[in-house]
């Protein structure tokens, strides 16, 4: 087999469309037309009502096609004044053209039992874990399409709705803009987690691990670069630089990033930043994940030792997990699009 990126690509292809999944590529044809004049209007409703970090990556795309994107929010208490995404109740619905549920929890369920005369599409746009939710049978057998961002993810997703259905593979709208890896010398990227729960969403385990993994690296001469996850507690890392952008873009700087495996570290990977994953023993992270890390540590004592191993994963493997790169946004459009703008009028 030849190791060129069109050939592994076209394999690739060929066996997930064996698999129920299909590779998408190419270019997105424009937003359908309306007799309004109006563009599409999709309502998205994610397992983190709040969380609009996750729909954040879509606007640009969607906005030079014409598109509106609006998160399905309970109430705006958990909104600040400054965020870029368009929210609404579904109280406050006049109008829409497509429901994307990002998941299979109480939030998104909800919302499609209430809307049930809008097309419904499934989109993972974060990491589930491969067992089935206990609400997914209320909507699957709605859904006009499913998609993911990767081959790996995609079967994770799979399994997480209860389906045996063709699963679009259209890459992370993250990575439709990555910067160029400068590597600082000595800067190690920390990618927090969540500490504690709350209405927007649930925590993970690790932080202590990762709190102590970070004073080991500091004492070892290491600069320490924090990326916050969006609802983490700044408080716990205030003795670091903390990043004023994400962390995605934060990752251009770092030589190594070490963190509680999530959906950002493909993402990082394809910047080209070798990663440490901190492995508590009760974290649940799909096996994906933990191959784009070329290091797992369990105790802070490894950190150092890790940092200073942690080399890039493979193209064949980060293709695996992260998906096609660049164009993402516009290919998972693209998907929406044919799922059911064009067949339902508002």
């Known amino acids: 087999m030849s190791s060129g990126p069109l050939s592994r690509r076209s394999l690739l292809a060929g066996v997930l469309s064996g698999a129920g999944i299909t590779v998408l590529g190419g270019t997105s044809a424009q937003a ?31 906005r030079r096609q014409g598109w509106e994107v609006v998160q399905l929010v309970p109430d705006r208490s958990q909104i600040k004044p400054d965020d870029p995404v368009p929210v609404a109740t579904p109280e406050e619905v006049s109008r829409a053209d497509l429901l994307v549920v990002t998941g299979a929890g109480d939030w998104p369920a909800d919302c499609a039992a209430r809307l049930r005369r809008l097309p419904l599409v499934a989109s993972s746009l974060a ?48 990575t439709d803009a990555l910067p160029k890896h400068r590597p600082e010398a000595g800067t190690v990227l920390v990618l927090t987690s969540v500490t504690r729960s709350g209405q927007t969403g649930g925590s993970a385990p690790g932080t202590e691990l990762l709190l102590a993994a970070a004073e080991r690296l500091a004492a070892a001469g290491r600069h320490i670069l924090v990326g916050l996850h969006p609802r983490e507690d700044r408080s716990l890392w205030e003795r670091y630089e903390i990043s004023t952008v994400p962390s995605v873009q934060a990752a251009a700087r770092a030589e190594v990033a070490v963190g509680i495996p999530g959906t950002v570290f493909p993402v990082v990977a394809a910047v080209g930043v070798p990663l440490v994953g901190c492995t508590d023993p009760a974290l649940q992270i799909p096996g994906y994940l933990l191959s784009v890390c070329a290091r797992t540590i369990t105790t802070a004592d490894a950190a150092v030792n890790a940092v200073e191993t942690a080399g890039p994963v493979s193209r064949e493997v980060l293709y695996e997990a992260v998906g096609p790169v660049g164009g993402s946004a516009r290919r998972l459009l693209k998907v929406w699009r044919k799922a059911g703008i064009r067949a339902h009028a508002a």
């Open 32 to 62: 359908a037309s309306r007799p309004d004049g109006i563009g599409p209007r999709v309502l998205i409703a994610t397992n983190e009502p709040w969380g609009t970090y996750h729909t954040a990556p879509l606007l640009p795309q969607a």
């Open 127 to 174: 990491y589930q874990l491969p067992r089935e939710a206990p609400r997914a049978g209320e909507f699957r057998d709605r859904l006009r399409a499913i998609t993911a961002s990767s081959p790996a993810e995609a079967q994770v997703f799979d399994d997480y709705l209860g389906t045996r259905r063709a699963i679009s593979v259209v890459g992370t709208p993250q």
